[in-house]
Antibody, heavy 119, light 102 residues
């Protein structure tokens, strides 16, 4: 069974940093591109960042470019998102999701981890 | 970047109805157009990939179609459990969502 388990969310002050992790199991992690998607309270889905299976390619939404860094450790089946210079607009539930091979569809999602940026 | 515009933003329908949600792209896009269902407090679930491919376990009353800049998700014979928000996605862009109330 495919499982994605996010961790690392919490309360952080504006300007602070946070590192999210996503532990993957039940599939060959190194064969799939992975994605972070967030959802602000009461709002829609926002694609945040993606990384290819080999970690050779990374992609970012304009809203986080230069502040967030996506990475993965295929030996540990772990996806990460380093978030710096956080603002209130980054407050959201952050989901990691698996991409279907040769597709952009996200077929498995974690339960999400909540990030609150506030004083 | 491409913009994906969904309509309507919300709708109310009855059990057994057929509803259609539209997703319009700001430019012609490839067929990597996907649809998701999200219920309150839960992560989204993939419904349809590549415009019209029904994901495993998704009831056949869900159907996707379209090409170019206009895509639709049709739910036939609406059921109470279909009450949710629906999102289209093309690559790194999601539509704004459609809330379906039954």
């Amino acid at each position: 069974e495919v499982q994605l388990l996010e961790s690392g969310g919490g309360l952080v002050q504006p300007g602070g940093s946070l590192r999210l992790s996503c532990a993957a199991s039940g599939f060959t992690f190194s064969s799939h591109s992975m994605t972070w998607v967030r959802q602000a309270p009461g709002k829609g889905l926002e694609w945040v960042s993606g990384i290819s299976a080999s970690a050779g390619d990374t992609f970012y939404a304009d809203s986080v470019k230069g502040r967030f860094t996506i990475s993965r450790d295929n030996s540990k089946n772990t996806l990460s998102l380093q978030m710096n210079s956080l603002t209130a607009e980054d407050t959201a539930v952050y989901y990691c999701a698996r991409e279907v091979r040769s597709s952009t569809a996200l077929d498995h999602w974690g339960q999400g981890t909540l990030v609150i940026v506030s004083t | 970047d491409v913009q994906m515009t969904q309509s309507p933003s919300s709708l109310s329908a009855s059990v057994g109805d057929r509803v259609t949600i539209t997703c319009r792209a700001s430019r012609t896009v490839t067929n990597y157009l996907n649809w998701y269902q999200q219920k309150p407090g839960s992560a989204p679930n993939l419904l349809i990939s590549a415009v019209s491919n029904l994901h495993s376990g998704v009831p056949s009353r869900f159907r996707g179609s379209g090409t170019g800049t206009e895509f639709t998700l049709t739910i036939s014979d609406l059921q109470p459990e279909d009450s949710a928000s629906y999102y289209c996605q093309f690559s790194g862009t999601f539509g704004g969502g459609t809330k379906v109330e039954i």
